[in-house]
């Protein structure tokens, strides 16, 4: 499974994020579209299977509060079905 996600988080871009942020009720700032997309492509692996914590404080410094709320809870509502 891992490899399927690492094989997607290759080839994923800024405009998909924001893509899928607007799906979600979410509109992202460019800035905010950005450092997401570096998060994802670096921490992937982090979000998924370890304790993200530290990435989420670092998030929550970088975007806007309803962004991050958001992000947040689609976050646990992932992982929460992922189980």
Do not use: C, Q, R
């Not at 899928?20 to 450092?35: M, S, Y």
């Amino acid at each position: 499974m891992n490899f399927l996600i690492k094989e997607y988080i290759k080839k994923i871009t800024e405009e998909d994020i924001y893509n899928f942020a607007l799906k979600e009720g979410i509109t992202l700032l460019n800035h905010e579209t950005k450092i997401i997309y570096v998060y994802i492509k670096n921490y992937w692996n982090v979000f998924l299977n370890e304790d993200p914590t530290f990435l989420f404080e670092e998030l929550k410094e970088k975007l806007e509060s309803k962004t991050y709320d958001k992000i947040v809870e689609l976050y646990n509502k992932y992982k929460k079905n992922k189980s």
